[in-house]
């Protein structure tokens, strides 16, 4: 009897495991079929021996096709690196590029049939990208050895027109394994205009600005003083230069520190951090139904000198290029952004556009960022194009060169275009970024005026 109930008793454990092996095999196979099949050294199914949908850029240039059975990218060697991280290069190894994020629609996997339903029943797509590729090219080659990242969109629409990220490589001279340990290669899979976020230095004043709009009811008709450096609770705040009596208007055209940082301080660590939040900062924020790196803004722990340098746009803030595109987007649509996109006639599950600023907050910083251009930088940066912006110099640690900021948009709305560029290490953002965002935007207005993006 003992032995049979023993018996009885191994013969529920093998087939309890034998179906929780099923059971297991069923839920890895249902979220992970995708990425097996497009995993690096799977690479050659999802390459040569499926028919994958056709990815052409906004004027109907082919990105890439499907040539004799194989991938056939762009011939332009300049193009097909600047498209990189938009397109991917076929493996999962960029997984926001356009060929991972629609690979079921493109390649038509599906996990019944793998790759292989009959071509019959091929359901593959054709993506039209919003891209200008031959903009990204320029673009792209602006940045020399530089790495970062360079966004432009249609704050109308919510067309994306250039979006590139450096470091990149030719999708058929990828690095080999030990050049991926070179430096100049850091990063490289990563689309840093989506998956990465940076310290911003000054373009963060455009926030601490806004809250101040926000809570303080005669921000605008105060006078700030600044003498180059303030002591706060026996810590020092510095500014670039000694600018004197300075209103609000001034001091972010002359993008002056201590008085944004007496802003900061004023407003309090509770204060400016619900109002960073309803900026977005801290929340998740998408992309093509993508998240993309969190913004983030957090004076838990900060001194008083802490959070003054935090309203300054240092300290532990981090903000990423696509967010800094929309928070332009709403800035240009009195408050309201338009979710920025990359395809056309493909639903991204994209959320409804929602209200990061008040419309008078908007209206306000939108005048004071065209003083800013026409008064400081000057309008023969767009090449006379009316513009409104704010560059940024992030420091980041001692001994380093600082990253480059400018973000902006057209005050026109015939020509509705919002961007945002970083240089990584680039040092002052006017020098730095502002060539690279300067050529993109007279690139994209000549575009806009022969019809090109209609
Ligand atoms: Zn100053």
Redesign the pocket.
């Given at each position: 009897m003992k032995i049979v109930k023993l018996r009885s008793l191994m013969l529920y454990i093998i087939i309890f495991a034998f179906f929780t092996g099923i059971a297991f095999f069923i839920y890895e196979f249902v979220t992970q079929a995708q990425s097996w099949a497009f995993s690096p050294v799977n690479r050659h199914l999802a390459e040569n021996s499926i028919v994958g949908g056709k990815i052409t850029d906004v004027n109907g240039l082919v990105l890439v096709e499907n040539v004799n059975g194989k991938r056939a990218y762009n011939e332009d060697e300049d193009i097909r690196k600047a498209v990189l991280h938009t397109v991917g290069d076929g493996s999962v190894l960029i997984p926001t590029s356009i060929q991972s994020r629609y690979s079921k629609e493109i390649f038509g996997y599906n996990p019944v049939t793998g790759f292989g339903a009959p071509k019959i029943f091929n359901m593959n797509k054709n993506i039209k990208l919003t891209i200008d590729s031959r903009v990204c090219s320029e673009v792209s080659k602006s940045f020399k050895d530089y790495k970062g990242a360079a966004l432009a969109y249609n704050y109308i629409t919510g067309d994306v027109l250039c979006m590139v990220s450096l470091p990149t490589y030719d999708v058929y001279k990828r690095p080999s394994a030990q050049e991926l340990q070179d430096e100049r290669y850091n990063g490289v899979y990563i689309n840093r205009a989506i998956s990465s976020s940076f310290t911003p230095g000054s373009i963060f004043k455009i926030f601490t600005t806004a809250a101040g709009l926000d809570l303080i009811p005669d921000i605008e008709s105060r006078t700030f003083d600044?003498n180059?450096i303030k002591i706060v609770d026996g810590e020092k705040v510095t500014?670039?230069?000694?600018?004197g009596h300075?209103n609000l208007k001034n001091?972010m055209a002359?993008s002056?520190?201590?008085?944004f940082s007496d802003i900061g301080i004023e407003l309090g660590k509770e204060k400016m951090k619900s109002k960073m939040e309803e900026f977005g900062f801290n929340r998740p924020q998408y992309f093509e139904g993508m998240e993309i790196a969190q913004s983030e803004y957090d004076v838990k722990d900060a001194s008083q000198a802490d959070l003054g340098w935090s309203a300054i746009g240092q300290y532990h803030d981090k903000v990423n290029p696509m967010y800094m595109l929309k928070v332009m987007g709403a800035i240009a649509n009195a408050g309201v952004p338009v979710e920025p996109r990359i395809t056309k006639h493909i639903s991204s599950g994209a959320l409804p556009n929602t209200r990061l600023m008040r419309p008078s907050t908007a209206e306000k910083l939108k005048e004071m960022m065209r003083y800013t251009v026409k008064n400081h930088y000057g309008d023969s940066l767009f090449g006379g194009i009316p513009m409104c912006a704010k560059t940024g110099t992030a420091e980041v640690g001692e001994g380093k060169v600082p990253h480059g900021w400018i973000v902006g948009f057209s005050y026109d709305k015939t020509f509705p275009i919002a961007f945002s560029v970083i240089v990584e290490n680039g040092d002052f953002g006017i020098k730095s970024a502002g060539p690279i965002a300067s050529s993109m935007i007279k690139d994209l207005y000549s575009g806009f005026k022969s019809n090109k993006y209609a």
């Open positions: 600044c180059k500014c670039m230069s000694s600018h300075i001091a002359k002056c520190d201590i008085v």
